[in-house]
């Protein structure tokens, strides 16, 4: 059994996250101790974050990012915000650069407590997504889900956000649609040859969208930052909305919103809430892990 290290249960939106903490350490979470803690009640997630000394000057930590089917993700917005508001309460710093496989990560709490991440610059290129096929135009490529004469879904904007996503447009609340049935197989095609997320979002006004994502390797989830900020870029580009979009996560289990600002620079800052739920020891190699007895009394122990 290797040795324990702390980890925070929390959550963006209701996005379930938790934050292991890696530091001082050579070894990784491994899959299978993703997929046992996924498998208990307590500690199922949609994905772990895992903080690493870094291994950029001028970065404050390396994060890896397991999905909760032991896959690795490359970006995770709702993630990054829980990891942000971890380290402040740790370290009090309130500007945070991490490195990830997608890349740098530039983060800020706010005063209010929200929590804004730079996720970086959209990628629009078919093969860059990637695709299977090629297409010039990426805001609306030919897919669908149901008879042709009357398809359920149809004709995505696709896009990476450090992760591939496909974004439907519903003309009603996304939470009319069988996402549960229908993410699977959308994940699944063939047209992702690294899969992708799916995310249904309906245009509420020129300036708001309400979202519903079956999160690649995790399955439907209750919220997903990056998904997000696909579907505010894809909004704008396609002129259904201005550059500056709040989102309204259907399944999220607070109304609080996310907001999605697409820069002149062509970055894609998200804003948005973090939460702490409770703390413990957890096993990095197994998954085995214990509660902090602070954290079953309600005293809000953080990562480190």
Do not use: Y
Not at 30 to 40: G, K
Not at 143 to 165: E, F, K, R, T, Y
Request: glycine share 8%.
């Amino acid at each position: 059994m290797a040795e324990r290290v702390e980890f925070a249960k929390m959550n963006g939106l209701g996005n379930k996250i938790l934050v292991v903490d890696m530091r001082g350490r050579a070894d990784m979470v491994t899959p299978q101790a993703a997929i046992a803690l996924n498998a208990d009640p307590a500690t199922q997630f949609d994905q772990i974050m895992a903080i690493h000394d870094p291994k950029a000057s001028g970065t404050f930590a390396w994060i890896d990012i397991l999905n909760s089917d032991g896959s690795k993700a490359q970006a995770c917005g709702n993630g990054t915000r829980c990891v942000v508001q971890a380290l402040s309460a740790e370290t009090g710093r309130k500007v945070f650069t991490f490195q990830t496989v997608a890349g740098i990560l530039n983060a800020e709490e706010h005063e209010d407590g929200t929590i804004s991440v730079d996720m970086g610059k959209p990628v629009f290129e078919w093969n860059r997504i990637p695709l299977s096929e090629e297409f010039f135009d990426t805001s609306r490529i030919e897919l669908q889900i149901g008879p042709i004469d009357a398809p359920v879904l149809h004709s995505p904007a696709v896009m990476s956000m450090g992760n591939p996503h496909a974004i439907f447009w519903v003309d009603r609340d996304p939470m009319d649609f069988d996402l549960e049935r229908f993410g699977p197989l959308l994940e699944n095609h063939p047209m992702f040859p690294e899969k992708a997320n799916i995310t249904l979002a309906q245009v509420t006004s020129d300036a708001s969208l309400r979202t519903r994502t079956w999160e690649r390797g995790a399955g439907l989830t209750l919220a997903c930052g990056s998904a997000a900020c696909a579907a505010a870029v894809s909004a704008a580009r396609t002129g259904r909305t201005g550059r500056v979009v709040t989102i309204d996560v259907a399944s999220a289990p607070t109304r609080q919103p996310l907001v999605i600002d697409w820069r002149a620079d062509d970055h894609v800052v998200m804003t948005g809430p973090a939460e702490w739920e409770w703390s413990g020891m957890v096993d990095p190699v197994s998954g085995t892990f214990e509660r902090d007895a602070e954290a079953d009394a309600g005293i809000g122990v953080q990562v480190r």
